[in-house]
């Protein structure tokens, strides 16, 4: 059964809607911050999981919108960013990025430190390591597609790269909320919005009243705003596709997002420095976060879960301990270095969605963490530039080298 354009934008719509329902009702869901795609999500690739083993039913999504609406999302956070600020955060950023340096090292030791012990190929346990846990599956992919050739000729590379990641997705959207939960209420901690510049409120999204009562009113949010925000999102989004497609196979190839974030800072700040236009943040951060939600319902739902459920005992003991891994390092490790404070709980947020999967959900994480508890501009800035373009660069440098340690030494 294959869903056109408008039935799979219901069906995302619906996701949603189921994810919103049960977290309102079961004090669980609410209590750990799980983000309502997750919950959404994974209860409708479930029913479509056990449709097609049951009953042999395959239903086939519309994912055409899938891309445009995660590029949307990113243009949004490069929209939100400029150039001072990132200027003030550019210690945080370095740190951050230590952080996660140290992750991926430590995904790799324990992958194939578990696979030595269980006496498995090496190469499972770096598939499952940062390959997949870090890098995502596209990373996890691509490197499948070297593993299955010679001189490594593991054939069942692809499978395993697709369950972890698929895997690593669902637990990164799971363990976040919890993560952040606890470390809040074991600091008491809560955001700092008078102290900080960075959260007070801007004079564009208000403007004056007259009435002596009312000194100020929020700006609102109108048809001629949000096509203003619109063309605001579209420009990064068509500029960064065609730079894709342009240094496609070069030594410059990103992924199509990061050019999205990046034209989006570009823009945000030449329109700001030649003082052409005021980039409505709220308005933008709106269109942003429901590109994201209806993104990461579509992910979700269409994740095939005959992959976990085929996964060997090997391969799942790895990912099980990958998680715990990013649970500690994320409590007691991210949280400490980026400094113990609110701003410092949400990047550890951030760092479990990432850390084991994808980008998206770590900004959902961050989302929710944040709709939740207050604000943390910082972490809606750093988060995207170290998991989005940073990681994927060490990644590969680190992949390399315990590449040469399991040719030469195991």
């Known amino acids: 059964m294959e869903l056109n354009f408008y039935a799979t934008l219901v069906c995302m719509v619906v996701v949603l809607l189921i994810g919103r329902f049960i977290i309102k009702r079961l004090a669980f869901f609410h209590k750990y911050n799980i983000p309502e795609p997750v919950v959404g999500g994974i209860i409708a690739a479930i029913v479509l999981f056990i449709l097609n083993a049951k009953f042999n039913i395959q239903i086939k999504f519309d994912e055409s919108m899938k891309d445009p609406l995660m590029f949307a999302f990113f243009t949004s956070i490069g929209l939100s960013a400029d150039f001072a ?49 870090s890098g995502g599956h596209g990373t996890g992919v691509a490197w499948a597609d070297v593993f299955i050739k010679e001189p490594y000729l593991f054939s069942p590379a692809k499978e395993f790269a697709l369950a972890s990641a698929t895997f690593g997705l669902i637990m990164g959207g799971i363990i976040g909320g919890p993560v ?32 002596f009562e009312m000194p100020k009113k929020q700006k609102l949010i109108t048809s001629d705003t949000f096509i203003e925000s619109l063309a605001l999102i579209a420009i990064p989004l068509l500029i960064g596709t065609q730079i894709t497609k342009i240094l496609k196979d070069s030594a410059f190839t990103l992924p199509t997002f990061v050019w ?12 700001q420095g030649l003082k052409v236009h005021k980039v409505f943040d ?3 951060s709106v269109i942003g976060n429901v590109s994201l939600s209806l993104f990461l319902a579509l992910a979700l739902m269409t994740i095939n879960l005959s992959q976990l459920a085929t996964l060997a005992v ?16 994320a409590a007691f490790i991210t949280f400490k270095i ?14 479990c969605g990432f850390g084991l999967g994808a980008m998206p959900t770590a900004m959902v994480n961050i989302q929710t963490i944040t709709n939740h508890y207050g604000p943390s501009h910082l972490a809606f800035v750093v988060v995207p530039l170290v998991g989005a373009f940073f990681i994927d660069l060490i990644n590969a440098l680190v992949i390399q080298g315990f590449l040469y340690f399991i040719r030469f030494f195991i």
């Open 85 to 133: 600020s990132l200027k003030k955060q550019g210690k945080i950023l370095v740190t951050f990025l230590f952080c996660v340096t140290i992750l991926l090292f430590a995904q790799n030791i324990l992958g194939i430190l578990l696979s030595q012990v269980m006496g498995v190929n090496p190469l499972l346990g770096l598939l499952g390591g940062s390959i997949t846990m």
């Open 260 to 271: 999205c974030l990046f034209i989006g800072v570009l823009l945000r700040n030449i329109l």
């Open 314 to 329: 090997p391969i799942l003991v790895i990912l099980i301990a990958q998680v715990a891994l990013m649970i500690l390092f």
């Open 180 to 211: 952040a939960r606890y470390l809040i209420e074991k600091n008491n901690l809560k955001p700092n919005i008078i102290e900080n510049k960075d959260y007070e409120i801007k004079d564009d999204d208000y403007e004056d009243e007259s009435f």
């Open 282 to 284: 709220r308005e933008v």
């Open 338 to 351: 980026m400094g113990k404070n609110y701003d410092a709980v949400v990047l550890s947020a951030g760092h």
